[in-house]
């Protein structure tokens, strides 16, 4: 009997020592991992307060700081946000908790700010027998977009433009007769700029502030001699050599941007109809439409 009882107080003996190693290993390979972890979110921490970059370059950094944790760590973050990265960089200081209040990196809460997409969209050599049916479209979805109007469209058409105006939408120039305004002499550009104000303005009473040069052609000296702001643009899916609808949307879908400005014609049926649906695509990917004027004073 007493070799039995013998026998299985050392097993028990046994497994207890068992038991403490195998516990002081893991507290110190927590340890370990654990100051690791640390040093490698104070060099993060030192870059965001230094750095100068902008909110996207430190979502970069929140990014790669958060992988870095889970590799040394073994917690999962699939979604790396600011919101771990704080948790994570206090909370692992000498505990082996690793959920944390949150940590003092006042630049932290900048990365939070997440903001819209917006985009312009805009149409040249208007108003025409389409441009109706495109206000009509916009406005179903709650949308204003940037119209540059040639002078010589306009006679005949001075309700579209009320409606325009009306509408909310911002109506620029494209001058009378879609001249090149660098092959002319400056007073003769500045007429045809001149003549389209007039048009616009005894229409709607307002002023064309914005200008968009035919072939975007602005010869520097008109500068002095108007006060307009010319406005050029970035997405151009050359909607007028087509009428391949799904072309025209591919390409503009494909190449938008935050802060681009996509350059359409409304003397189009199969442009009416490709800006209708490329509203209706970037809108569902969380695009904001906007004025161009929005975007130029931002
Ligand atoms: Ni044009």
Known sequence: MADKYGTVLLFYTGIVILVLLMASGIERY????????????????????????????????AE?????????????????NTENQT???????NTE????????????????????????????????????ELLDGLEE???????????????GREDTVKKMYEGGHLIGNHTYSHVKLTSLSTDVACEQVDKTRKLVY????????YVRPPYGAWPEEMEYSVTMIPVLWDIDPQDWT???????????????RDGGIILMHDNYDSSVEAALEIVDQLKKQGYEFVTVDELVYD
């Open 30 to 61: 927590n340890n370990r991992m654990l100051s690791a972890a640390n040093q490698n979110m104070e060099n993060q921490s030192g870059q965001n307060v230094n750095s100068e970059q902008s909110n996207n370059d430190q979502t970069g950094q």
């Open 64 to 80: 790669t700081g958060s992988r870095n944790m889970e590799n040394q760590t073994g917690t999962a973050s699939k979604n790396p």
């Open 87 to 93: 948790g994570k960089a206090s909370g692992s200081q």
């Open 97 to 132: 908790n690793q959920t944390g209040t949150a940590g003092g990196n006042p630049n932290i809460d900048t990365q939070l700010d997440v903001h819209t997409p917006r985009i312009a969209l805009t149409f040249d050599d208007g108003p025409s027998y389409y441009t109706e």
């Open 141 to 155: 979805r709650g949308v204003c977009a940037s119209f540059f109007l040639l002078g010589r469209n306009i006679e």
């Open 202 to 209: 005894k229409i709607t009473g307002y002023n064309t502030l």
């Open 242 to 256: 087509t009428s391949d609808v799904d072309g025209i949307v591919k390409k503009v879908v494909s190449s938008a």
